[in-house]
């Protein structure tokens, strides 16, 4: 409990009035800066890179069932996830944070909805804005018994503006009780604009999760954790997290 009055405390100063405002209005600035600029792009192709490419899915197919055959041990490797999360700024910002995940062996799959609303009675007056987070491949590169560590890439999609979309990279950890009862994550997120060099928005979270129920391979779980935005370098964003999650292995 304390990391989270911790938290808490940290972020305190960065409380400020008229966020959602304020990120539609650098969204529609970047927007502004690559309007006029066209990207192109060029590919080869030989026998070279076809043995390339032969031996890239000879390795991957490789790795991919050495993690099947470790899914005796980590159950997780071979699962379906449900997340309903939502975190909030006392009296200023709630944040919505629905996402489901499926893993299957080496990769897994995330799509998140990120909904962002400002307390209408903390500056006169409502807004809220919303994105689409897909993280289309993620590698789970590190499968121990007690401990799953990923990488990955996907987009995030603006749903508000121009809706324009960003490559989006994440990592993440877990650590796992030997009893699956107990488990602790932190999730890092960056997007990118590659045309203009902005930063859409940057993420850190962190959750601690408790088993509460269980049925055949249904587990329920309660969590607890902080999360952290800043969007476009400027304007933070951050709220105390819970929800429940459901997993399927």
């Known amino acids: 409990m304390r990391i989270f009055v911790g938290i808490y405390i940290l972020f305190l100063p960065a409380v400020l009035f008229g966020q959602v405002s304020e990120i539609k209005s650098k969204s529609q600035e970047n927007s502004s800066r690559s309007g006029g600029e066209n990207n192109s792009s060029s590919s080869s192709s030989g026998c070279g890179n076809v043995f390339f490419f032969f031996d890239m899915f000879r390795v991957v197919g490789s790795w991919q069932a050495q993690k099947l055959e470790a899914a005796d041990s980590v159950k997780r490797l071979v699962s379906f996830e449900v997340y309903m999360q939502g975190a909030v700024q006392p009296s200023n910002y709630y944040l919505g944070l629905p996402r489901v995940r499926g893993n299957w062996g080496l990769f897994s799959t995330d799509f998140r909805f990120n909904y962002l609303a400002e307390d209408a009675q903390a500056n006169g007056h409502f807004a809220d804005l919303s994105t689409f ?6 590698l789970n590169i590190i499968t121990f018994r007690n401990a799953i560590g990923r990488v990955g890439g996907g987009s995030m999609v603006e749903n508000f503006g121009d809706k324009k979309s960003f490559f989006e990279w994440t990592a993440g ?3 796992m009780s030997n009893d699956q009862m107990f488990n602790g994550s932190i999730e890092y997120r960056v997007a990118k604009d590659y045309t203009t060099n902005a930063i859409p928005r940057r993420e850190i979270s ?9 049925s055949g391979h249904w587990h329920g779980y309660a969590s607890l954790g902080g999360v952290y935005q800043r969007y476009y370098q400027s304007i933070s964003v951050w709220g105390l997290q819970a929800g429940l999650v459901i997993r399927v292995f």
Request: charged share 20%; glycine share 0%.
């Open 133 to 138: 987070d897909w993280q289309v491949l993620q």
């Open 206 to 214: 962190i959750s601690a999760e408790k088993q509460i129920f269980r």
């Open 173 to 175: 950890l877990t650590l």
